[in-house]
């Protein structure tokens, strides 16, 4: 049933007043869905007497993930937003389509790929869409409230009911805008909006406090407002990285143009962008020039080298450097065509648990990821990899942390990150999972790159995503230290965060091992950016390890702050939670001056015992779980493991630690064998 409103001499149906779920697939794609929904399309019935000229069509949205076409008459009028956010968007009608009398809106998917949808609220506006857009304008100017100077930065614009509010306005060469964001680079912005109550929002990424205002827009309305914003989080001797970014321009897939993204860089405070198109060399420098946010960055040359065999992020490269060959046949083979074109520079492994064109990096079957083991014997060709990807989340936060946990304890030196991803202006925001690398560049626009891709090498980074956790080793070592030890270990944590954001939890690890947990609440806050600060003494331990410290908090459903869902999830229970971390450093137990890994005790032992099994789990005793979890992975490459596991004996005598892990290793082993027998 539809009926009008009259707004001025405008004309508005409302054509739906419900929200629908839809779904294309058999079962919900997450457990916030019902388990019966209203079909997989929908279809909309309405009769209007004026059908002559442009009007237009209003729509709410909400988990749109795959294509949903939109059509009148069966005629298509354009897609929905492919993008989780609640939004209100508009596709304007041309005059013609509109039959007088009898009409129907049909909403459907495009594809076949499985989807749970809301969509509905729909509105037939008698006006064009550029009239609908402009009944009153606003104009924001947003400053830094400590300098007082114009910032480039994020307006965020939604409704009464918190969903994102299309305006009337289009990129240009200040602004990149989609619907209910506008990023400015220079931070002015003046756009349309219709009559109605609206929040606007101002911030500028993790690093700054918000700023907002409610108010109402009548028809004729010019509203000029400043907005004042402050730098909360202190990160004095680090820079801000992005080392995963992408343009629709050069990949062909998202929809963020060169200049948009140079703009978006900008605005959310990446000092140290990574341009990673896939299989080219793009420099954003230009269009940084072009759209006048030089001065807020430097940029660096990447490539996302996008093979069958996983995807990699190499930098820093030269625009006429040979774009690395990428038919290999296996990942040493890919390891020296990278190496041809980036040399000593950076290797980063990509979301290593997704799968891409068939082939998913740490799969069960070929991988072990306590262990850092590959099956098939490959070694893993990069030298840092992704913990965190904002852009293709894990359901499980920790999986990845997890799999370079058992990489630091197999030997390899691998330096965690924290990356975006980003193809869009704004479905997957730039830098929303970043990399802090200790610099002493203090200008943003002159960064010293040799020194920052050293620094990461060295792993003296901390991973951001939506909270930051400094570490420092007796009153000295930081991320990418080896500290000397000679006695107890004095660990001083700091958990850093915006205050627009919660942390609740920090944990310490050791060899991945968690040994210390603390419950961060808001009587914790120590000043303005600080979260929680502690101290915790550990006893000087049998043998090298590293530690490594975790702060969580739970994602807080902010319009200017959406987390975007699990990209491949593994179950449709998902809660969306923030972390970050500090690098790994190493504590140099046995004072040889080295980082001694977990699997080479593990094989030292295993050498001085002669084959001599019961021996060798003897001599694991003063060894963690970690050291365990490699001698496991030892005997099983000698054919020792299986028969061992079978027999209680030899393992009856062990400590808890050295038990867990042989049995964390088989029983992994065991669903890789599964997995390989019954694909």
């Not at 003046?190 to 911030?203: E, N, R």
């Not at 009548?218 to 000029?224: E, L, Q, S, T």
């Not at 090298?544 to 229970?573: H, M, R």
């Not at 001694?596 to 050498?607: C, G, H, N, P």
Request: hydrophobic residues 35%.
């Amino acid at each position: 049933m539809c009926f009008s409103l009259e707004k001025g001499f405008a004309q508005k149906i409302i054509l739906d007043p419900e929200m629908h779920h839809l779904r294309f697939g058999d079962s919900p794609e997450w457990a916030d869905f019902s388990r019966e929904s209203e079909g997989n399309r929908i279809e909309i019935p309405f009769v209007v007497k004026n059908s002559a000229g442009n009007k237009t069509l209003q729509i709410r949205q909400q988990d749109i993930k795959q294509t949903w076409q939109v059509k009148l008459n069966g005629n298509q009028l354009g897609n929905l937003d492919r993008d989780e956010k609640d939004k209100i968007i508009y596709l304007e009608i041309p005059s013609g389509l509109l039959n007088p009398g009898h009409n129907s809106i049909q909403i459907e998917q495009q594809g076949t790929v499985p989807d749970d949808i809301m969509v509905g609220h729909i509105v037939l506006d008698d006006r064009p869409l550029t009239e609908v857009l402009s009944e009153g304008t606003l104009h924001i100017e947003v400053y830094d409230k400590t300098s007082a100077n114009l910032l480039p930065s994020i307006i965020t614009v939604v409704n009464t009911e918190g969903a994102l509010q299309t305006v009337g306005a289009s990129s240009s060469d200040d602004l990149a805008v989609r619907p209910g964001v506008v990023y400015t680079g220079n931070g002015k912005a003046s756009f349309g909006l219709p009559s109605g109550d609206f929040t606007i929002y101002a911030t500028r990424g993790f690093e700054y406090g918000v700023d907002s205002l409610q108010l109402t827009i009548k028809p004729g309305d010019r509203i000029h407002k400043k907005l004042y914003i402050n730098q909360e989080v202190p990160t004095e001797g680090w820079i801000s990285s992005d080392t995963h970014i992408h343009t629709f321009t050069h990949s062909g897939h998202g929809d963020a143009t060169m200049q948009e993204r140079a703009i978006t860089i900008a605005a959310e405070g990446i000092e140290l962008p990574i341009m990673t198109d896939h299989n080219v060399h793009i420099n954003i420098e230009p269009a940084s020039w072009e759209m006048r946010v030089n001065a807020y960055f430097t940029p660096v040359i990447g490539n996302e080298v996008t093979t069958r065999f996983g995807h990699f992020n190499i930098f820093p490269v030269t625009e006429e450097a040979p774009i690395p060959e990428i038919k290999a046949e296996n990942w040493d083979m890919l390891y020296r065509n990278m190496q041809k074109t980036v040399g000593q520079g950076i290797i980063i492994l990509n979301h290593a648990r997704d799968v891409h064109g068939g082939f998913r990096p740490f799969d069960q079957e070929r991988h072990i990821g306590d262990a850092g083991v590959n099956l098939e014997g490959w070694e893993v060709p990069a030298n840092a990899m992704e913990v965190i990807n904002s852009g293709a989340l894990q359901t499980d936060i920790m999986r990845l942390y997890k799999d370079w946990f058992g990489m630091l304890n197999r030997g390899y030196s691998i330096t965690p990150i924290g990356a975006s991803d980003s193809h869009d202006v704004n479905r997957y925001r730039v830098g929303q999972a970043r990399t802090y690398i200790r610099s002493q560049s203090k200008d943003p626009g002159k960064i010293d790159v040799g020194e920052a891709i050293q620094n990461i090498r060295e792993g003296k980074v901390m991973v951001n995503f939506s909270l930051l956790a400094e570490m420092v080793i007796d009153q000295q070592y930081e991320s990418g230290d080896l500290a000397p030890n000679a006695g107890e270990i004095n660990v001083a944590v700091r958990v850093l965060g915006p205050g627009w954001l919660d942390a609740d939890t920090v944990s310490l690890y050791a060899n991945g091992i968690k040994v210390r947990e603390a419950i961060i609440s808001g009587e914790s806050e120590s000043g303005t950016g600080i979260k929680w600060t502690g101290t915790w003494t550990l006893p000087k331990p049998a043998h090298d390890v590293f530690l490594v410290v975790i702060a969580t908090g739970p994602g807080k459903p902010l319009p200017f702050w959406q987390i975007g869902k699990p990209y491949q999830p593994d179950s449709p229970l998902w809660k969306p939670k923030i972390m970050g971390s500090s690098g790994a450093v190493w504590i140099d137990a046995d004072g040889d001056g080295l980082r001694t890994s977990a699997y080479e005790y593990a094989l030292k032992l295993w050498k001085n015992t002669d084959g001599e099994i019961i021996s060798f789990i003897e001599k694991l005793e003063p060894y963690d779980k970690a050291v365990a979890i490699q001698a496991a992975s030892i005997l099983m490459k000698e054919g020792f493991l299986g028969k061992l596991m079978n027999s209680e004996k030899p393992l009856h005598q062990a400590s808890p630690a050295i038990k867990a892990g042989f049995h964390k290793y088989y029983k992994a082993w065991m669903l890789s064998e599964g997995i390989k027998e019954n694909p």
